[in-house]
C-alpha cells in the first residue's frame, strides 16, 4: 500500500469518525434534539466515548488476529477522537448543562460518585492526548507507555460511569463492560497465545 | 366545584362486560350526546344535565366545557410534542422515545377498573362511566421527575377525592394502592429479557389516604383538552404533583384500599433511593445526583426546585410531623 492509499484511507476513517459529530451538529440545526437537547446531546458524546475507546482498543487485537500491521496506524487518530468525544461530554456538562456554575460543579463532582469517576476518566484520556504526539513518546520513554496503560482503567471507569446513572435498564452498559472485558482477555498472553489467527483470509492485501 | 350527584357509583358494578357498548355505539351516542339531547340517555345513570354536556367527543377526541381550576400554575406550557415524544413509560420501553412509538397501536378501550380492599363493596369500575359520571377540570400543573427535569402540562382529570367518597372506603382503609396493566401481549416493554429493565411488573404505586384526598390528586384522563395518548398513560392515570413523576402512575387497572402501607415499585426495585413518599425536596438529593435544581424542558438554564415542587402551600401539612430526610 502507497503512501498516498494510506492518507486516502487516514482521511476517509478522520470524515467518519466526525460523522457523529457533524449529525448531532445537524440535528441541533434543525431542530430534533427532542424535548430536552442538553440531555441528548450529553448522552450522544458519552456513548460516543465509550464507542470510540472500543473501536480504539480493539486495534491491537485485531492487528495480531488479522496480521494487518496498517492498522496500527490508524490508533492514536482514532485515541483522539475518543478524547475529542469525551472533551465534548465534559464540555457539554460544565457549559451546556451547568452553564459554568463552579460551585455547584465542584459540589456536584465531590458529592456524586459517577462523576467523580466520569471525572477520572476524563482526566485518563486528557493525559493520554497532551502526551500522544511522537516527540513525547520519545521523551517520556518507558513512562510513555506506563502512563498509556491507563486506558484499561479509562475503559472501566467509563462504563462504570454510564452503568451508576442509570435507574433500572442496564443493558447497554452491560454490553460496554463485556466489550472491554474480551479486548482485556485478547491481550492476556496466554489466552493470546491460544487465539486461532486469520492471517490466512487477509493474505491477498499487502502492506 | 362541587356538584350534588344522584348516580350510585354501586350502580356501576353492576354492568357486565356482556353489556359494555360497543365503540360504534358509544361513539355515535357521543356525538349524539354532544348535540344536545343528553339528559335523556344520561339519566339512566342519573347523571344532571351539567355534567352531561362535559362530554368527549371521540370522533374528534376533544373535551370541552372544562372547568377551570384554582390550582392552575400560569407558567409557560411545555409544548405538546414534547408532552407526548418525552415519556418514562417502561411499559413501552425504557427510553424517553420509545412510549411514543411502541404504544402507538396500544387499545385503552374497552378499559376497566377492579376497587378491592378496604371498601364497603368491591367493584369494577367501567372508564365508559367514569368519563361520564366525573366533571372534567382542567389542571395545568408542574411535572417534576426524580431525573432532574420538569414540565408543565395541562391535564384533564378529576379530584380523586371525588372517586374515593363515591367508592366509601372503610375505616380500614389507611392507603390507596393502584396498579397498572401487566400485559406484556400489549405492553412490550414488559417482556422478560435476559437482563431485564429491572422492574418488578406490574408497576404499583400508592397513596396514604390524606394524600389521595388531597384537592390537588387527580385522575387524568387527557392532556391539552384531549383524549390522554397512550404514551402518557391512557385512558386513566394519577396526578400528584407535589411528587416526584414516578409516583403518578399510569394505565391503572386496580384501585386496592388498604391498612398497610402499599409496596411500590421503585421503592421495592431501590429502596435506598426511591422511597414510598418521594415527595419533590430539593433538600434530599438522590443518593447518586442532585435533586436542587432542575432543568424546565424548554429552558437553557436549570432552576431552583422548589419544595413540594412549588405547592408547599396546599400539601406541607400533612407532614409536619414526617422526617423527610427518614421517609424520602
Known amino acids: 500500500m502507497t503512501n498516498k492509499q494510506i492518507t486516502l484511507i487516514k482521511t476517509g476513517v478522520f470524515l467518519l469518525a466526525l460523522t457523529p459529530f457533524s449529525l448531532l451538529l445537524f440535528r441541533g440545526w434543525n431542530n430534533e434534539l427532542g424535548a430536552n437537547p442538553i440531555e441528548t446531546i450529553t448522552n450522544t458524546t458519552g456513548i460516543w466515548t465509550l464507542r470510540f475507546l472500543v473501536i480504539t482498543l480493539a486495534i491491537t487485537p485485531l492487528r495480531r488476529l488479522t496480521g494487518q500491521a496498517i492498522l496500527i496506524r490508524f490508533r492514536r487518530m482514532l485515541g483522539l477522537f475518543t478524547f475529542f468525544y469525551a472533551s465534548l461530554h465534559f464540555l457539554t456538562y460544565v457549559w451546556l448543562d451547568q452553564y459554568f456554575d463552579w460551585p455547584f460543579i465542584i459540589e456536584d463532582i465531590a458529592e456524586h460518585p459517577y462523576i467523580i469517576v466520569g471525572f477520572s476518566t476524563f482526566l485518563i484520556l486528557l493525559s493520554m492526548a497532551v502526551t500522544s504526539p511522537r516527540f513525547m513518546i520519545r521523551k517520556m520513554g518507558k513512562n510513555w507507555k506506563n502512563l498509556h496503560r491507563l486506558v484499561y482503567l479509562a475503559a472501566f471507569l467509563g462504563a462504570t460511569h454510564f452503568i451508576w446513572q442509570v435507574k433500572s435498564d442496564i443493558r447497554e452498559p452491560l454490553l460496554y463492560f463485556a466489550l472491554f472485558s474480551v479486548l482485556m482477555l485478547l491481550r492476556i498472553p496466554a489466552v493470546r497465545k491460544k487465539t486461532p489467527l486469520l492471517t490466512g483470509w487477509f493474505h491477498s492485501v499487502k502492506v | ?328
Open chain 2, 1 to 328: 366545584m362541587l356538584i350534588k350527584r344522584s348516580a350510585n357509583i354501586e350502580q356501576l358494578s353492576d354492568i357486565r362486560p356482556s353489556e359494555i357498548t360497543s365503540k360504534e355505539v358509544y361513539q355515535s351516542r357521543r356525538r349524539f350526546l354532544q348535540g344536545g339531547a343528553a339528559l335523556a340517555l344520561g339519566s339512566g345513570l342519573g347523571i344532571t344535565s351539567m355534567l352531561a354536556t362535559q362530554k368527549i367527543s371521540h370522533a374528534s377526541s376533544k373535551f370541552s366545557n372544562l372547568i377551570k381550576s384554582p390550582y392552575n400554575t400560569d407558567e409557560t406550557l411545555t409544548p405538546y410534542k414534547d408532552v407526548t415524544t418525552y415519556n418514562n413509560f417502561y411499559e413501552f420501553g425504557t427510553s424517553k422515545s420509545s412510549p411514543a412509538s411502541m404504544a402507538k397501536n396500544f387499545k385503552a378501550e374497552p378499559w376497566t377498573i377492579a376497587v378491592s380492599g378496604e371498601v364497603e363493596k368491591p367493584l369494577t369500575l367501567d372508564m365508559e362511566d367514569i368519563l361520564k359520571h366525573y366533571p372534567m377540570e382542567e389542571r395545568i400543573y408542574r411535572l417534576r421527575c426524580v431525573e432532574a427535569w420538569s414540565m408543565v402540562v395541562p391535564w384533564v382529570g378529576f379530584p380523586l377525592a371525588s372517586l374515593i367518597k363515591d367508592l366509601k372506603p372503610t375505616s380500614k382503609a389507611k392507603y390507596i394502592s393502584f396498579r397498572t396493566l401487566h400485559d406484556a401481549k400489549r405492553m412490550a416493554g414488559q417482556k422478560p429479557t435476559l437482563f431485564g429493565s429491572g422492574l418488578d411488573w406490574p408497576y404499583r404505586e400508592g397513596l396514604r389516604m390524606d394524600e389521595a384526598m388531597n384537592p390537588l390528586a387527580i385522575l387524568a384522563v387527557g392532556l391539552y383538552g384531549e383524549v390522554l395518548p397512550n404514551q402518557n398513560g391512557a385512558p386513566i392515570r394519577l396526578i400528584v404533583p407535589w411528587k416526584y413523576g414516578f409516583k403518578s402512575i399510569k394505565s391503572i387497572v386496580s384501585i386496592e384500599f388498604t391498612e398497610n402501607q402499599p409496596e411500590t415499585t421503585w421503592a421495592m426495585l431501590a429502596p435506598k433511593e426511591y422511597g414510598f413518599y418521594a415527595n419533590v425536596n430539593p433538600e434530599v438529593d438522590h443518593p447518586r445526583w442532585s435533586q436542587s435544581r432542575e432543568r424546565r424542558l424548554g429552558e437553557f438554564r436549570k432552576r431552583k426546585t422548589l419544595m413540594f415542587n412549588g405547592y408547599a402551600e396546599q400539601v406541607a401539612g400533612m407532614y409536619k410531623d414526617l422526617d423527610m430526610k427518614k421517609f424520602f
